[in-house]
């Protein structure tokens, strides 16, 4: 399946209930995985996440049915090349922008599951970012990874919208936010960010500028396919 790539101008992200008969059925599989991905990466931790049963687009509003997961489920269904096509990996992540046009992606630290992956601060929405009427708010989701990961905050302006970018079982959710720094500033205020945190969950920074730029890092498709099309390249 080839990336595609769909502007949206809101995402309207709710809970429902849902039974994942595939994580259930491979539950003693699942668990095997994990304990094996453990093995490697011990920092990892099985907590509950947030996957996508069901989704529409109309008008530029995407709707979206979310229900609660076992991390180790989720982790299977990406190692495993997505064998269960009735649910998606979602995310919300911020692209962000540098005054002098460099757009800013992280290397995932060692101790990380996606160890040396490069693409933008994000990670999978959890039960923190469900309110208490249900919905879920993607957009606080992915402000809060940015800063969690690189220090950032986002600065204060119109609404961005939104970039859904589809690369097989996987859905990102990009919000596009222009910083006021150049390059240089960002860079050593994320530097300062890593250094003060314990265990960072990031490696490194990379800038990129051209499409040339992608060629030398570990960049996921989904990542390749956007900064290509807004690039250029």
Not at 54 to 63: C, F, I, P, Q
Not at 181 to 204: C, F, K, M, N, Q
Request: aromatic share 6%; hydrophobic share 50%; with cysteine.
């Amino acid at each position: 399946m080839s990336v595609t790539i769909t502007p949206a101008r809101r995402v309207d992200a709710r809970m429902v209930a849902h039974d994942w008969a595939w994580a259930r059925e491979n539950r003693e599989a699942i668990s095997a995985h994990w304990q094996a991905r453990r093995a490697v990466r011990p920092a990892m931790f099985n907590g509950t996440v947030l996957m996508l049963r069901r989704w529409s687009l109309e008008d530029g509003v995407l709707a979206a049915e979310l229900f609660e997961a076992e991390y180790a489920a989720l982790t299977a269904l990406k190692d495993w090349g997505f064998p269960d096509a009735s649910v998606v990996n979602v995310f919300a992540a911020v692209v962000p922008r540098t005054a002098d046009g460099a757009y800013i992606l992280g290397e995932m630290g060692p101790h990380t599951a996606s160890a040396g992956r490069v693409y933008f601060p994000c990670g999978t929405p959890d039960p923190t970012d469900i309110a208490p009427d249900g919905t879920v708010d993607l957009a606080a989701s992915a402000l809060r990874e940015l800063k969690e990961e690189t220090g950032l905050v986002a600065p204060a302006g119109p609404d961005p919208g939104w970039v859904i970018v589809r690369d097989g079982g996987l859905m990102a959710l990009l919000r596009p936010v222009q910083l006021r720094e150049d390059e240089a500033t960002v860079r050593a205020g994320i530097v300062a960010h890593l250094a003060a945190e314990a265990e960072p969950e990031l490696s490194g920074i990379v800038g990129v500028r051209g499409a040339a730029d992608l060629d030398a890092v570990r960049v996921p498709g989904f990542v390749r396919g956007y900064l290509r099309a807004v690039l250029g390249g």
